[in-house]
Each structure stands twice: as C-alpha cells, then as structure tokens.
Nanobody, 125 residues
Framework: QVQLVESGGGLVQAGGSLRLSCAAS????????MGWFRQAPGKEREFVRA????????YYADSVKGRFTISRDNAKSTVFLQMNSLRPEDTAVYYC??????????????????WGQGTQVTVSS
C-alpha cells in the first residue's frame, strides 16, 4: 500500500504560478513512476504529466507543454508539479498517482494503482 498526499493548491490569477507537492509513504518510492492528473466538474480525468522512477524520462500532455514541469526527490519521497502561466482552463482538482508501469502507458489513469485525495487549483480571469 502506498499513501499519497497532495498539497499546494489554491487560488491564483491567470498568468500566475503554483507548485504542487505529493508526499508518499513507504520505502519504495523510487520504484514507482509518478503522474499528475486533473479533473474538472463534469469532465473526464485528464493526464497532465508523468515521470519515470529515476527521472530519466518525463511525459506530458500537449495542453501543458512548456508551462508545467514535473520533478521528483526520491530521498524525500516527493514529486512536484511546477505550474506556470496558468489559465482559467487549468482549474481542476489535481491528483497525484503512483504506477508500476512506464512509458506512454502513463498517460492512462488505468496504469496507476495508487492515488492521492486531490488538491484544488482555481485560476481566475
């Protein structure tokens, strides 16, 4: 069992920045690929970014390329999502997730076995 807890969400104006954190329990964090997803009311859960266990590879959705950066600190069992140039359409609950899989499969929610509770990000016009 992996426990994930997101933090760092909040209200920000369009064009602003926010950094989300996801803290993981256990001693095997470095064995998991990690991903960020988001879900707005009435919409499907959407892939945002993912990172391989040793951070050799990252994956992204076209909608956030050049604006969002994923990183991880395996010594602290934490993954981050740095969000810049935020837009109102970025408003959603953001979820952290852990996966034993890799590659482009990480864009699918079904590839993840463990999920955090989510943190709200609201971007105002």
């Amino acid at each position: 069992q992996v426990q994930l807890v997101e933090s760092g969400g909040g209200l920000v104006q369009a064009g602003g920045s926010l950094r989300l954190s996801c803290a993981a329990s256990g001693r095997t964090f470095s064995a998991y690929s990690m991903g960020w997803f988001r879900q707005a009311p009435g919409k499907e859960r959407e892939f945002v970014r993912a990172i391989s266990p040793r951070a050799e590879m990252t994956y992204y959705a076209d909608s956030v390329k050049g604006r969002f950066t994923i990183s991880r600190d395996n010594a602290k069992s934490t993954v981050f999502l740095q969000m810049n140039s935020l837009r109102p359409e970025d408003t959603a609950v953001y979820y952290c997730a852990a996966s034993t899989r890799g590659g482009t499969t990480l864009s699918s929610p079904s590839s993840y076995a463990y999920w955090g509770q989510g943190t709200q990000v609201t971007v105002s016009s």
